[in-house]
């Protein structure tokens, strides 16, 4: 059974400043983790004591400022960042829709590029015969799929990322924004298949400021603040359509507080 969880799990930025003479002192900011120093050297606490865990079939919906954890937290999760405390525990095989282009080799054919990333997922010869197809049919590059990737434009090489990223279903799919991409015509259809993909996925943990999309895709709902979670609640399925759109919440009972 897939999950996620988290436990104590705190991670720290340290430096020193640069271009400006002075003392570190604390303060309070509107952006960013929990900002400490002494002298010129600084550390952020960009997550705080954070435990958290998430079940199958669960759409898990973070919202905060900018600056305020959500997009960290997510990278924790997909495995990009390490924690400097605390435990991190995942079962399943993770999606990330992070950064789209990660890994792709400009000097590679855009065929080339879906074989390796076929074999990185662990795919068999049957399965990768299917994404090949798949992204073929969705990427809608044609003949572009047998030259290198340099020789695409932005559109086209997000086009190709974004179609190897939603061909195979995952277990858990971790998002930061929903994303659309291309133009009209090509996003409608993205977000098409955006949609079918997350429907498939077996735990959808997405960050994002749009209330309306978190209210129609997700039934669970966390506030993160200065790298601590301070709100956590689940939707209240009550039979009524409108208020499920509109974002009918209550506070889950799971809930211990940041």
């Known amino acids: 059974m897939n999950f996620i969880s988290l436990d104590r799990l705190s991670l720290e930025y340290h430096g020193s400043l640069s271009g400006q003479r002075g003392k570190v002192a604390p303060e309070s900011t509107a952006v960013g983790g929990a900002l ?57 095989q993770v999606t990330s829709l992070l950064h789209l282009n990660a890994g792709m080799l400009p000097d590679l054919s855009g065929l080339e590029n ?7 997922m662990g795919l068999d010869k049957q399965e990768k015969k299917h994404l090949i197809e798949d992204v073929k049919a969705f990427s809608e590059l044609g003949i572009y799929l047998n030259m290198p990737i340099r020789t695409y434009s932005a559109g086209m090489a997000m086009r190709l990322s974004f179609a190897i990223a939603t061909g195979i279903a995952p277990d858990i799919l971790i998002m930061d924004e929903w994303i659309g991409t291309g133009d009209k015509e ?73």
Do not use: Y
């Open 36 to 92: 400490a120093g002494r002298g010129a050297h600084f550390s952020v606490a960009a997550l705080r004591d954070i435990s958290l865990t998430i079940s199958q079939g669960e759409r898990v919906g973070l919202i905060g400022h900018n600056g305020s954890g959500k997009t960290t937290l997510l990278k924790v999760m997909a495995g990009i960042l390490p924690p400097t405390a605390g435990r991190v525990q995942v079962q399943g």
């Open 114 to 120: 879906i074989n390796i990333r076929a074999t990185l």
């Open 186 to 258: 090509f996003r409608a259809k993205a977000q098409k298949r955006m949609r079918e993909f997350a429907d498939m996925a077996g735990i959808l943990v997405i960050a994002s400021h749009s209330e309306p999309l978190l209210n129609a895709v997700c039934n669970r709902r966390i506030s993160v603040e200065k790298g601590r979670i301070v709100r956590d609640e689940i939707k209240n399925e009550d039979g009524d359509v409108a208020k499920a759109e509109q974002g009918n919440w209550i506070e889950n009972p799971a809930f211990v507080g940041g």
